[in-house]
């Protein structure tokens, strides 16, 4: 099929859409929700190709102009304007319609943990954990913490929570892997600078439908909770830990003083892991084709380098370097690179379109 009979196939599908959600009370059960869905993923699809449509009609008329001596310079001024929108609407609607990542609309939960470095390394992990609440809070998202293991000192071994909101998937999926940083500690007499590092993992959040797990899979164990050090800071077994037999992935929750509450935090995140072990093994055989992948998902791999004595963040993925570290630490600068990854990915993904 012609990319333009394609286009067409969409505009009807979209105006045949319009009619139908108009009448709501014809439709049955979740078809109404079901449809607007497709009319609202449909709708920036379709204002584009009639946005584009209209700019090549208009630069059409404007070439005619060109013929007359008193509209010349008016109908040359339009078609240089043109000829710059034109290539950005087909660049808008070649992205639009690539294939679409199902886990991109979901939420996500994200887990931090200290990595090589000691008490620096779990400063750093806090830090950035902290980086993340703001970056969620800028983007009007729900960040809930999870569970935090904190050192006593400021540090986390490790933390996580779950953020809901718009696309929140989309633009944290690349933020998976290990993030390493350079700065004196506090605790450095001589001013050395030392490098530690963390590892983030970004899961999409599933929900029952998409996971479905087995009481039968799984052995849950009850406890108390204990804070920095091992003392108890609770009196009651309400710390719970969920082993799924099958693939053996641990999850434990202990934040909240409701061992029920604790449970459902805990099938949460396991959940999310299940989902994520099917999503990176999709992921994986689908950019099998695909060099230089900017999303490898290998979690193992250094992204980012927070360098503090010269205020400089780079991400090694994708060469971009950046002068404003205490913007990026608090949340606000973090969405260029977000941004700068998502672009990235897209471009690989066109070219390999292309080939």
Request: hydrophobic share 35%; with cysteine.
């Amino acid at each position: 099929m012609s990319l333009g009979k394609k286009l067409e196939g969409l505009i009807a599908r979209h105006d045949e859409l319009r009619e139908a959600i108009s009448s709501p009370d014809k439709l049955k059960g979740g078809e109404f929700a079901k449809l607007s869905k497709e009319y609202s993923d449909l709708t920036p699809i379709v204002e584009t190709v009639l946005a584009l449509k209209t700019a090549e009609e208009e630069r059409a008329q404007a070439l005619e102009l060109l013929k007359d001596p008193e509209m010349k310079a008016m109908a040359e001024e339009e078609i240089a304007a043109l000829d710059k929108l034109i290539p950005k609407l087909t660049s808008d609607l070649q992205i639009s319609l690539l294939p679409k990542d199902e886990a991109d609309a979901k939420n996500a939960i994200i887990e931090v943990r200290a990595g090589t470095g000691g008490d620096e390394a779990a400063l750093f992990a806090a830090d950035l954990f902290r980086m993340y609440q703001r970056f969620s809070e800028l983007q009007g998202w729900k960040f809930e913490v999870l569970e935090i293991a904190d050192t006593g000192l400021g540090g986390y071994r490790e933390a996580s929570a779950s953020i809901s909101g718009k696309n929140v998937f989309e633009k944290l999926k690349f933020e998976s892997g290990v993030h390493r940083v350079q700065r004196v500690p506090t605790t450095e007499t001589q001013g050395r600078i030392h490098t530690s590092a963390a590892t983030v993992a970004v899961l999409p959040e599933a929900e029952e439908v998409d996971i479905q797990i087995n009481e039968n899979d799984l052995r849950i164990d009850v406890f108390r909770s204990s804070g920095p050090g091992g003392q108890s800071v609770n009196t009651t077994d309400s710390a719970v830990r969920i082993v799924h037999i099958p693939t053996g992935i641990t999850v434990q929750q202990q934040d909240e003083k409701s061992q029920h509450k604790n449970k459902a935090k805990a099938l949460k995140v396991l959940r999310a892991r299940l989902y994520d072990m099917e999503y990176q093994k999709r992921e994986a055989e689908r950019s099998a084709s695909r060099k230089g992948q900017v999303g490898s998902g290998d979690r193992s791999e250094r992204i980012r380098t927070y360098n503090f004595p010269q205020g400089r963040v780079t991400d090694h993925r994708i060469n971009l370097t950046q002068y404003n570290l205490d913007e990026v630490m608090s949340g606000g600068g973090l969405k260029d690179f977000c941004d700068a990854l998502i672009a990235e990915d897209q471009a690989e993904k066109l070219a390999s379109l292309k080939e």
